[in-house]
């Protein structure tokens, strides 16, 4: 399925068929909330299936502060890069709800996609899509105010993890200023006044923790 939202497409029609293929070739595995998946400097001879919740992957400076890179729900993979390309996974992954994943042997993997060609196209789709959200980040990064860097991730969030309401995409994340802050490179307090700020302009709605965008 393609989703639409303004200017920001996405395409996720790879998430049913690596579901459809893998969600029974590994290992389930169940974990809570806030618990680390990945996190040690090292390679990995297996790849992930998401089969429900949400996981964040994220980088952690010197100081400990965390800069969001990636959020992945059902029907997405990770772990896939270092696997393939045979180095030091990168990055750190987290649950951020309950989450159980099948864990998929490299040799298991890499034998079903020979006998099943067809599905590298759903690789490929997976890959270059993420590729594409940290496209869209580097740009935002290098030329967008706080502001607009701000409203482009509220943008892209509720296309990747929203649902449509009557008024607009309703973010499917209870993201906190902090959260939202440490993506775009800013602060909380500055985060939280242009909140307010685009609320007033009629962009987004508040309602809790939820944000809605029109």
């Known amino acids: 399925m ?5 200017e920001y ?7 049913n068929v690596l579901l ?3 969600k029974d070739m590994g290992e389930i595995i169940d974990f809570n909330k806030d618990t680390l ?3 040690e400097y090292k390679k990995l001879n297996y790849i992930y299936l998401i089969l429900n919740g949400i996981v964040k992957q ?21 772990g896939e890069i270092t696997m393939i390309q045979n180095d030091y996974d990168r990055v750190i992954t987290r649950t951020y709800s309950p989450v159980k994943v099948c864990k998929i042997n490299k040799d298991i993997f890499y ?9 590298y196209d759903s690789i490929l789709l997976m890959i270059t899509t993420k590729f594409r959200i940290l496209m869209y ?29 009557e008024t607009g995409y309703e973010i499917n994340l ?41």
């Open 37 to 39: 998946i990945e996190f």
């Open 174 to 214: 209870n993201l906190t200023h902090e959260e939202l802050a440490t993506m775009i490179g800013s602060t909380r307090s500055t985060v939280t006044k242009l909140l307010k700020t685009l609320e007033s302009e009629g962009k987004i709605t508040r309602n809790g923790k939820k944000i809605i965008f029109h």
């Open 58 to 78: 994220f980088f952690l400076d010197s100081n400990g502060v965390e800069k969001t890179i990636l959020i992945l729900t059902k029907g997405d993979m990770f």
């Open 137 to 165: 980040q580097i740009y935002d990064k290098t030329y967008l105010s706080t502001k607009e860097r701000l409203f482009s991730l509220l943008r892209r969030l509720s296309v990747q993890h929203g649902s449509l309401k």
């Open 20 to 22: 459809t293929h893998f």
């Open 111 to 119: 034998d079903y996609l020979k006998n099943n060609p067809y599905i």
């Open 9 to 15: 497409t996405i395409n996720y029609e790879y998430r």
């Open 2 to 6: 393609s989703i639409y939202n303004a």
